[in-house]
């Protein structure tokens, strides 16, 4: 039987990585929101350290009503569906799949934006395969990058930058594009990442290796 609710300004259908975040600038605006989302909130004990659960048979998302909704994969319409895996990161709980996605925050890089044009000028037209859909976006990094600036230190993203404001800075991804200022949380160190980013840091700046280029940059990642 359906129940009739009191009426509001927003109604969230999914509460995951994208309606989940979309939640925040609306209510800091003074709008009444109101999100529907099938899955659950999860628990610090849901993620318990345990491989095979996690590892072998799926959990979370191989519990979730997600699992009986896996997108089918065919080469033409005609074609039998092919088989999936047994664990597909789709999620159905409060956060979606920013809950099980390693953290990991890149943003685009100034190329990405131009692939055809970029590809077209540094190796060819004919690097471009025949018939292909792929286009230039219709406008640069410089567009999206103070929205990229405004999730960051929302989620709270963690890193070292490359690139403020055109100054290179040898510790951080000297690839990115420019960034408005600093990451809002320090990069993590230590472990295999940190070791690598030193690695990295050593070969970039021997003369050996100055002109192969060999660099291990740490990733940004977002700490929850």
Same mark, same amino acid.
């Given at each position: 039987?359906?129940?009739?609710?009191?009426?509001t300004?927003?109604?969230?259908?999914?509460?995951g990585?994208v309606?989940? /975040?979309?939640?925040?600038p609306?209510?800091? =605006?003074?709008?009444?929101?109101?999100?529907?989302e099938?899955?659950? &909130?999860?628990t610090?004990?849901?993620?318990?350290?345990?491989?095979? @659960?996690?590892?072998? @048979?799926?959990w979370?998302?191989?519990?979730?009503?997600?699992? =009986?909704? /896996?997108p089918?994969?065919?080469p033409n319409?005609s074609?039998?569906n092919?088989?999936?895996?047994?664990?597909?990161p789709?999620m159905?709980a409060?956060?979606?799949?920013?809950?099980? +996605? &390693?953290a990991?925050s &890149?943003?685009?890089?100034? &190329?990405?934006?131009k692939?055809v044009?970029?590809t077209t000028?540094? +190796?060819?037209?004919?690097?471009i395969?025949? $018939?292909s859909?792929?286009?230039?976006w219709?406008?640069?990094?410089e567009?999206?990058?103070?929205h990229?600036d405004? /999730?960051e +230190?929302?989620? $709270? /993203?963690?890193?070292?930058?490359?690139?403020?404001? *055109?100054?290179?800075d040898?510790?951080g991804?000297?690839? %990115?594009?420019?960034?408005?200022? %600093? +990451?809002?949380?320090?990069?993590?160190? $230590?472990?295999?990442? *940190?070791?690598?980013s030193?690695?990295?840091?050593?070969c970039?700046r =021997?003369k050996?290796?100055a002109?192969v280029?060999?660099?291990?940059?740490?990733?940004?990642?977002?700490?929850?």
């Amino acid at each position: 039987m359906a129940t009739d609710l009191k009426k509001t300004d927003v109604v969230i259908v999914g509460l995951g990585a994208v309606g989940g /975040v979309a939640a925040l600038p609306l209510t800091q =605006s003074g709008l009444e929101v109101v999100g529907i989302e099938a899955g659950t &909130w999860l628990t610090p004990r849901d993620f318990a350290p345990d491989e095979l @659960r996690n590892n072998f @048979r799926g959990w979370p998302q191989s519990a979730q009503k997600a699992n =009986s909704e /896996v997108p089918t994969h065919r080469p033409n319409a005609s074609a039998p569906n092919s088989p999936r895996l047994p664990i597909h990161p789709m999620m159905n709980a409060v956060g979606g799949t920013s809950l099980h +996605y &390693w953290a990991q925050s &890149w943003r685009l890089n100034p &190329w990405d934006f131009k692939v055809v044009s970029e590809t077209t000028r540094r +190796y060819g037209a004919g690097r471009i395969p025949k $018939g292909s859909t792929v286009e230039d976006w219709p406008f640069g990094l410089e567009e999206l990058e103070p929205h990229y600036d405004r /999730v960051e +230190y929302e989620l $709270g /993203v963690s890193g070292q930058a490359g690139n403020i404001q *055109g100054k290179i800075d040898q510790r951080g991804n000297i690839f %990115e594009g420019p960034r408005t200022r %600093e +990451y809002p949380m320090p990069p993590l160190h $230590g472990g295999l990442e *940190g070791r690598l980013s030193g690695m990295g840091r050593n070969c970039h700046r =021997s003369k050996r290796t100055a002109a192969v280029g060999p660099r291990v940059v740490l990733e940004p990642v977002t700490r929850a």
